[in-house]
Structures are given as structure tokens and as C-alpha cells.
């Protein structure tokens, strides 16, 4: 085993080794996971133990086809620039599997600047058929070019457009969608680790104020309530003051599991096949005795690898696994067949009373088959009456479709996480499996009403897309998103608090603002559905007071608002905000450095570095906000 190890640390991969290892794998499996990757061609009907004897022999290894046509070049004269000597492999090779091919994310050609593209490729494009464009792609996968270069990034998000504060008196009541989904500071992270532009439609600071963990307490089922509702309150001067809300979910994980793994195999999705190899050993680690596995892939055609097998012992995860290594990654990405394939195998293998959850893995790239949003939307609201829950784990550099994963989750009763590297995989998968695929309650709906007595005027800061009318909140037909296992939904306000006795006036010309006399600033009202009930519960959580009563965990909570507003180089904050999250921020007690250490680093940059460090706005011009 030394000169594996050996090996693997040449290759600079013991992290991932240990990472395997960890998740209970043994040195085999772990060394092949760590060194083989999934994605260049299909090793049909190998084994590990196959895999693991070509790695101890160091002897390069090809599969049949492969080396059927090296020897068909040959015959010709020489490889030249053919699809297969891009494909092959050797264990000298800088990574086994697709990770070696392209360093950014291959997209479908007509993605890509005709003039950027090698000259067969140009050829396929300009064909008029579905299948010409995917051969484009693979094409183009194969051509080693820098995907990750800005000049041909495609990302998509949905715009953000900053909310002013509201008068208490006239709007007493702020009513969202309550969110755990922390998508957004996955990406933020990435781009900030690979020196990238940051978009303002990027930072939803609701998304990164749920990444860092926060002390809470966790309700206690079956007797519990289903949340708890925590607020704390911090006084900034100036008549202003900051409210932090956690809504924390009970634990709750059922004892079947019915997993289904929807992975896009598409041409852009070639440079991510480390982390989502990764990702999927992780899932299938936690999978118990009994439990059931299926693993569908999709490009422009669907492919069932694994049907509802179930798990019962470490030999059938090793099936698993090999039948991962055999994946092909090509074509172009016809995400909505694949979706219409997995509910159908779900609703197939339908445990009830246990947990039947789909995992979709892509970059969003969705080129083929319902494409725009509203098509999305709509296939999804029809499949999740199967009682299915979809959940949506995006990885991806330079062609990353956010609007519409957002899409796709929110109305598929699930999560949405960011990963693009191992620290990632071991938070938003290994640590946070359980609130990733035991869904407690949808429709998780949060209403804050203020006291004009006491409140001159609040700001919710994010939620801009996540905003609802106040009568949605009573309104069960109006959707809004699910809680996991363990998971916690964070909200801040910034409020200006009214300094003098005189009464609160509604600005209304016909009707006069009449109030209780209560001293209270307000109160938070959660509303929710269990997940396969149609009719809702609410809780409410009275604010009691409005002195200053905070802790680290409001502490955390304004670093991480200042930091997303300044990625967003907002002209909400100023000198004075940044200034005080300095401070807050060497306040910061051992408990939540601990829980953060990972993390918190990167804060700590965000606020000493300038915007321009920070890749805000755009190279040689101005600010596109």
C-alpha cells in the first residue's frame, strides 16, 4: 500500500484518500476513487479490484475500444487530433478521468463564439439538427480549451433589486418565503477561490447568512414543536437596530430511504468530476442496510445505471461505485427527459412512510428538450404530486444556470446547495446529509408584524425574491420552500426605532392609525405544512422588548450581511458598517470559531480587501450598478 500512497501523494490527491477513508470506504476503494475518475469512457464489466491492480502495476490502462482505435490510427498514419487520443488515458496522466481534458466547463456550441471554436466543430454547429450541436459539444470537450476564462462565461442568475426600508406604520407586517438553502455563498466562495468577477445577482444574503452555523436550540420531536423561533437584538446608535431571527427545524430522519441520483453527464459538465464523484460516494455511504438506490444519468438521451437496489452491506455500495466509474460524459443536456425519467422510477419504488427523495446534479445547463423557466416550473409542479421531493446540489465554473436551479428546487420541495470542491462536499454533503434529503415541512412561510409604537421603520435585508404579499402568508395555495432535517432559516432586519411619545402616524389621508399601547416591538409568525399535508400550521414568537440583548450569534450574522453587501458593492452600507463588523468580527467567541473555523477566514478578507481585489464590478469601468 506505501507506493499507492506514494502515488497518490505525487498526484497531490491525499485529501480526497482521506476523505474516502472517512466515509468508511477501505484503501481499495478508496485509492481507486481517489485516482479513477468517471467521465471519459465506460471501464465495462471492471471491477475495483481490476482498477486497483492496474494501479499497482503503474501499467497504463485503456479500455477495448480505446485501444481497438489507437491501433485503427496507427494504420492511418498517426493519431493527428482524433476524438480518442483526447480520450485516453495513462497513470502518468495529470488525472484519471475527465478532470485532465478541459480546465473550465465544456458547453454546448451554440454557447460558444463561432470564432473560438476548432473548425470541425464550426461545421457541426452550423448543421441544423439537435444531434449535430451535441456532437459540437463533445467536440468542444475534447478541445482543451479554457471554458473558466470570463470572455466566455454564460452564468445566468435571477436580478436582485435592493429594497428600501418600510414604515411601520403604513406596512406593519413583512411577510417572505423562510429559506435554508445556502446556494448562493457556494458560488460566492467558488468565485472568490478562482479570482472571478462577482455579479451583484449573485449574493443572496439570505443564502449566506444560512451557510455559517449559529448556536440554536433544536426542537424535540414527536412532542416538540416543529420549530424554534429565536430573535436577538442589537443596538448599532443612531436610533438603529439590528433584529436576528433563526428559525431552527426539529431533527427528523425516517428509517427508509428510497435515494435516486439524477446526474447531468452532459458535455458541461466534464471539469466537475472530482467533486461530483465525491459527492455521490458520500450519499451512497450513508445509505443503511435495506435502503434503496437508483442512479439515473442524462445528456441528450437518459440512461437508468441502477434501478431501486438495495443496499444490504458494503459489497453492494462497492456495485454502486463501479457502476459510477463506468459513466460516459457527452452530448448536450436534456435535463426535463431526465426529470420525467427519475419521478417515474421514484413513483415506481415508492416506499411509504420512508423517505423518497431525488438528488439532481447538473450545472443547469439545460440546452435541450423544456429549457426556459416557466416550462421548469411547470413539469415540476405536476411531478411533485407523486410525493417525491427534489433536491439540487449545483456544481459548475463559467456555464452555471442558477435561475434555473432556483426554479427547479423551489418548486420541487427541496434544497439547493453549491458544491465545486471537497471543503464543500464535506459540508453540504457529508455534515448536512440529513437535512439534504429528510424533508420535515414545505411551504415554509415567515410573517414579521412591527409595532408602530416602538418601530419607526425595518428593512428586510435579502429575501428580495423570496418577498411575499401579507395575505400570502394565510393563503395555502401560495407555495414557498421546505426545511430538511436539522436545518435553520436566518432573517435580519435593520430597524430605526421612533425616539419620541408622539403617535404614530399611518401617512393616510382617510383613516387614522390606531394602536394597542403594547410596549412589544413586534412578533415573528412561522407557518408550514407537513410534507405530504395540504393544510398549514402556524407558530408565533413574541418580541418582547427592544433593549440591546445579543450574542455571537447576531455577532456573525451582521459580518456576514456586511460582507454580502459590500460583494454586492451596495450603497447600503457604509464606513460606519464596516467599522462596527470589524469589530463584531475579533469579538467572535471560541464557540462560533469552532463551528466556522473553515470559513470564517474568508469574511475576515471580504472585509479588509478592497472592491476592486474582491472581483466587484467590471475590469476597467464602472461599477454595472
Known sequence: MMKMEEMIREKGKEDFYNYYLGLGYDQKTAAVLTLFTYGKYRYQDLKMDDLYEALCKGEEYLP?????????????????????????????????????????????????????????????????????????????????????????????????????????????????????????????????????????????????????????????????????????????????????????????????????????????????????QAMIATIISKLGNGDKLSLVTYSDEDQVELEAVTINGEQDRIHALEKLLSIEITGCTNGSKGIEKAYKIGKKNYIEGGNNQVILITDGDLNFGITDKGGLEELIEKKKKDNLFLSVIGTGLGNYKDDKLEVLCKHGNGVYRTVNNLADVKKSIDEEYASLVNIIAKDVKAQVEFNPEIVQSYRLLGFENRALAREDFVNDKVISEPFGSGGYGVALYELTMKTDDAPADSGLKYSKLVTTGSQEPGAIKIRYKEPLADTSHELEKVIERAEESFTDNLRLAFVVYVCAEKLRGSDKIGTAEIELAKKLYKELGDSVKEKNKADLFKLAGILEKSEQELGIGIPDGPFPW
Not at 493527428?80 to 483526447?86: E, L, P, Q, V
Not at 414604515?167 to 417572505?176: I, L, V
Not at 426542537?219 to 442589537?234: C, R, V
Open 64 to 276: 477495448k475500444h480505446v485501444r481497438e482505435e489507437r491501433k485503427r490510427l496507427s494504420r492511418r498514419g498517426g493519431p493527428g487530433r482524433g476524438f480518442m487520443t483526447g480520450r485516453a488515458m495513462s497513470l502518468s496522466a495529470p488525472a484519471f478521468g475527465a478532470g485532465g481534458l478541459m480546465k473550465g466547463s465544456g458547453v454546448c456550441a451554440s454557447r460558444v463564439p463561432m470564432e473560438a471554436m476548432p473548425m470541425p466543430a464550426m461545421a457541426m454547429a452550423a448543421m441544423p439538427t439537435e444531434g449535430a450541436a451535441c456532437l459540437a459539444e463533445d467536440m468542444l470537450c475534447d478541445s482543451g480549451m479554457d471554458f473558466e476564462d470570463e470572455e466566455f462565461a454564460t452564468d445566468e442568475y435571477e436580478t436582485i433589486e435592493e429594497k428600501d426600508a418600510r414604515t411601520a406604520a403604513a406596512e406593519p407586517t413583512s411577510t417572505f418565503r423562510m429559506t435554508t438553502n445556502t446556494a448562493s455563498a457556494g458560488v460566492i466562495l467558488n468565485q472568490l477561490r478562482n479570482g472571478r468577477r462577482i455579479d451583484k445577482s449573485m449574493v443572496r444574503i439570505e443564502e449566506m447568512l444560512n451557510y455559517f452555523r449559529y448556536e440554536s436550540k433544536i426542537p424535540q420531536a414527536p412532542s416538540g414543536d416543529m420549530f424554534n423561533i429565536a430573535y436577538e437584538l442589537m443596538d448599532a446608535g443612531r436610533d438603529r437596530k439590528y433584529l436576528y431571527i433563526n428559525v431552527q427545524g426539529r431533527k427528523e430522519v425516517r428509517d427508509r430511504q428510497n435515494i435516486l441520483i439524477l446526474l447531468d453527464v452532459s458535455g458541461s459538465m466534464s471539469s466537475n468530476t472530482q467533486q461530483t
